[in-house]
């Protein structure tokens, strides 16, 4: 079997849960009580901007509360570690990767901790509130502030070097994530095309499991430490 040089890791909501972030959704299709339609949409954000300000604003607000956990920690030691290349894909948009340590790590859904200017296209670090309409501190304008976060209908971030770095990938590991949400749940079928190995580290079975060579199931706080330290040789 030939040697692993080139890594990509995708993270999902699971390894933040452990850290009190609630997972995207439960059972019932809801999001914090409202309607993924509501809150998450661009169409929502026209409809009811208001609504969708408040909602973002708290959320924004909370994650600041929020420490990294063991597996957070773990992939930062894995990223300082790591010998050849590493990739860390989160879906996640809350900046617990980021206080860890990770620094090889691209947000595709976007960040909390920023606000997309849709007057000059510019992104700004934002950790206060946007329901008043502030002005873009990049070109001034107020009322043009949005949430840095990719909403259902839009482009996730820098896929080409998503999909680049999976088809040079020797080792594709999914974490946390549930596999039903897709451009990432097919991350998996992407990488075994390229002649990657694949393995699954979840609380349960994903949506995607059967397609994953090794699966490990449990907390991400303890399955993603021990395996680490398995890959860096401790």
């Known amino acids: 079997m030939s040697?692993?040089?080139?890594?990509?890791?995708?993270?999902?909501?699971?390894?933040?849960?452990?850290?009190g972030i609630d997972t995207f959704r439960d059972a019932g299709g809801l999001w914090e009580q409202h309607r993924v339609e509501d809150v998450a949409t661009p169409e929502a954000f026209a409809r009811d901007p208001d609504l969708v300000h408040r909602f973002y604003d708290a959320r924004r607000e909370a994650i600041q509360a929020k420490q990294p956990n063991a597996a957070h920690e773990a992939l930062a030691r894995l990223d300082a570690g790591w010998p050849g290349e590493l990739l860390i894909v989160t879906q996640n948009v809350d900046d617990l990767h980021e206080r860890a340590g990770a620094k090889r790590l691209i947000h595709m859904h976007g960040e909390h901790l920023n606000a997309w200017c849709i007057a000059c296209d510019t992104r700004s670090r934002w950790t206060g509130t946007l329901i008043e309409r502030p002005a873009c501190p990049a070109c001034g304008m107020p009322g043009y502030l949005r949430p840095d976060v990719v909403w259902f209908g839009e482009m996730p971030y820098r896929m080409e070097e998503i999909y680049a770095a999976l088809n040079k990938a020797d080792l594709f590991v999914?974490?946390?994530?549930?596999?039903?949400?897709?451009?990432?749940?097919?991350?998996?079928?992407?990488?075994?095309?390229?002649?990657?190995?694949?393995?699954?580290?979840?609380?349960?079975?994903?949506?995607?499991?059967?397609?994953?060579?090794?699966?490990?199931?449990?907390?991400?706080?303890?399955?993603?430490?021990?395996?680490?330290?398995?890959?860096?040789?401790?």
């Not at 040697?3 to 850290?19: D, H």
């Not at 979840?202 to 490990?216: H, I, K, L, T, V």
């Open 3 to 19: 040697p692993i040089r080139n890594i990509v890791v995708l993270t999902g909501a699971g390894v933040s849960a452990e850290s």
């Open 174 to 234: 999914s974490i946390g994530t549930s596999g039903a949400v897709y451009p990432a749940a097919g991350f998996v079928r992407e990488a075994r095309a390229a002649g990657a190995r694949t393995l699954e580290l979840n609380m349960e079975p994903s949506q995607g499991s059967y397609w994953f060579s090794e699966a490990r199931h449990g907390p991400a706080t303890q399955l993603v430490p021990q395996w680490v330290d398995q890959i860096l040789g401790f």
